[in-house]
């Protein structure tokens, strides 16, 4: 008696993802921080792995992304790198790893792409265009972040839905023009009204908006792993929705997060906000 093991995907590209789009296929993300969980995220068929500045919390116990450092974002890039075998692989770039200079920010995300990572992730907008535009004119392909931007949570006064009125939401949708224009080629959008989110797609059709409590008008979604494992002690966001509520392994949620994304039962559209 035999048994034929599954063959293995091929490696998920910023080429393939742009198809993925093109054709209206939402992309999935999650977050991962070690070769265990990326290999587990990667076998359940996520097609982007963002090791996420989330870490301070999630891996490291503190209470916001601040204190994490570039060091710590190349080792757990490493270690995801590690584990991962075809997920198209997020770094994000801490706090105060590219805010100084232009030269900065490429020290810092070719320290990333050495260690694993395929594209960079950075925070807000406005000053942020010309950094992108610096990064991806040498060859780093960029993600970038809008909304609630948690490295700036000080700033926000805490985790509060951006854009709610109109002055902000016209900032949001210019900033993510300006972002378009530089170059960035995917976009976070966190924690937004879903029509500013849906706007902002809608305004830059050639890049990869996706959501995270921002509705369903984004290409794609993004949930901290350890948020959708139901693993977060204390109060999560409304937007969450635990996907071992059925029961199985990690994997299995995994797979239901998956398919839930693609075929457009989640997120709740009408869930926002901490």
Not at 42 to 68: C, E, K, N, Y
Not at 181 to 198: F, H, I, K, T, Y
Not at 241 to 269: L, Q
Request: hydrophobic letters at 40%; one cysteine or more.
């Amino acid at each position: 008696m035999s048994s034929t093991a599954a063959p293995a995907r091929k490696p998920v590209t910023l080429h393939r993802l742009r198809e993925m789009h093109a054709q209206g296929e939402k992309i999935t993300m999650l977050t991962a921080y070690d070769a265990t969980f990326a290999r587990l995220v990667d076998d359940a068929g996520v097609d982007s792995i963002l090791v996420g500045d989330s870490l301070g919390m999630t891996v490291q116990g503190h209470t916001s992304t601040v204190p994490v450092s570039l060091d710590d974002m190349v080792y757990h890039t490493r270690c995801v790198a590690r584990g991962n075998r075809a997920a198209w692989v997020v770094g994000d770039l801490p706090f105060g790893s590219y805010q100084e200079n232009r030269e900065q920010a490429l020290r810092s995300s070719v320290a990333l792409m050495q260690a694993g990572a395929h594209m960079v992730k950075l925070e807000g907008g406005g000053w942020t265009a010309e950094t992108v535009h610096f990064l991806t004119e040498r060859g780093v392909p960029v993600c970038a972040h809008l909304g609630l931007t948690p490295q700036s949570v000080h700033a926000l006064g805490g985790y509060r839905i951006q854009g709610r009125d109109e002055a902000g939401a016209t900032t949001l949708r210019r900033h993510a023009r300006e972002l378009a224009d530089a170059g960035a080629a995917m976009m976070v959008l966190e924690l937004m009204p879903s029509q500013v989110a849906r706007d902002v797609q809608t305004d830059n059709p050639g890049v990869m908006t996706i959501g995270i409590g921002a509705g369903q008008g984004t290409a794609g979604q993004v949930l901290v792993l350890h948020d959708m494992l139901n693993l977060t002690r204390g109060k999560l966001p409304r937007f969450v929705r635990d996907f071992t509520a059925e029961g199985g392994s990690a994997e299995e949620a995994i797979r239901r997060y998956v398919a839930a994304v693609k075929n457009g039962s989640f997120p709740d559209e009408t869930l926002h906000g901490y």
